[in-house]
């Protein structure tokens, strides 16, 4: 079992930053590959990015490639999203998750899932 909590969501005007963390517990963090997910209101969850255990392997949306940086700290248990140049599409609740098996871009494949940070950016 794998307890995740994301922090440092809030509210933002386009082209500002924030970095999102997940701090995890229970069974041993190093061992998973973990991923970002969001959900905009009324749209279905969509894959941001996602990085292997050792931090040596990442994956973008395309959406937010360039903008956005997925790094870990296994000594603090911790995954974090750097998220710079806001915009206004970015609006969502952010999920992170760790990984189970297959694809990074599935959300079936990831079994422990934390409860969300709502990120809102304004213009």
């Known amino acids: 079992q794998v307890q995740l909590v994301e922090s440092g969501g809030g509210l933002v005007q386009a082209g500002g930053s924030l970095r999102l963390s997940c701090a995890a517990s229970g069974r041993t963090f190093s061992m998973y590959d973990m991923g970002w997910f969001r959900q905009a209101p009324g749209k279905e969850r969509e894959f941001v990015a996602a990085i292997g255990w050792s931090g040596g392997l990442t994956r973008y949306a395309d959406s937010v490639k360039g903008r956005f940086t997925i790094s870990r700290d296994n000594a603090k248990s911790t995954v974090y999203l750097q998220m710079n140049g806001l915009k206004l599409e970015d609006t969502a609740v952010y999920y992170c998750?760790?990984?189970?098996?297959?694809?990074?871009?599935?959300?079936?494949?990831?079994?422990?899932w934390g409860q969300g940070a709502q990120v809102t950016v304004s213009s």
């Open positions: 998750a760790a990984h189970n098996s297959g694809s990074f871009y599935n959300t079936n494949n990831y079994n422990y």
